[in-house]
Every structure is written in C-alpha cells, then in structure tokens.
C-alpha cells in the first residue's frame, strides 16, 4: 500500500512541478505555456491558459499535501519501535554481580 501511495505522491510532484515551470510569471521565467497569438499554440486564451494553469496546480498542491499526510500516517502505523527505546532500555545499570572468591591453587 505505502509503495503504490509513494509512486502516486512522486507523479503528482512531477506533474506540479512541471505545471508550476508553464506558468508565466512576472519576471518573463521560462513561461512555456504563454506566447503571442494565445497561449498552449492558440488552442486557448491567454486567460483561459492562466486559469487552468492556476486551478491545476491548486489541484496538484492539494493532492499533494494529502498525500504527504497519508504517507505520515501510514509510516507511523508501521513503526514497531524506536532506536531511543531500545538504547534506554540498554543503559540501564545493571545489578552489581557479587564478588568472587579468590581461587586457590
């Protein structure tokens, strides 16, 4: 289960980030998804272009987050213990052993 949930998360990651680098920004950025004559080669407007692009990475973000989330939970409900536990249970002192007699010969 986590793996397929973990495979899902890296698409999405990919997919927002390559939604994000199409966006125009307003310092000109690698705005792939803009250009003369409309925007994504004249199929939509320049507007039409931004507010997909805007829905769609509000979309990805979201999907995002409740992926990171489901991944936490799944991961602390597989945990079984802490390597913290383990070493204070370790440091314990232990009971003295008592004394040995000396060994005659």
Excluded: C, K, W, Y
């Amino acid at each position: 289960m986590i793996e397929v949930l973990l495979a899902i998360h890296l698409m999405i990651a990919l997919a927002l980030v390559i939604v994000v680098l199409l966006q125009r920004s307003e310092g000109g950025g690698l705005g792939i998804g803009g250009g003369g004559g409309g925007g994504m080669g004249g199929f939509m407007s320049a507007r039409g272009t931004a507010n997909l692009l805007t829905r769609s990475t509000a979309i990805l973000a979201a999907a995002f987050f409740a992926t990171s989330i489901l991944l936490a939970i799944l991961a602390e409900t597989n945990r079984t213990g802490s390597i913290a536990d383990q070493v204070q249970e370790s440091s314990e002192p232990a009971e003295p052993a008592a004394p040995q007699p000396p060994v005659s010969q």
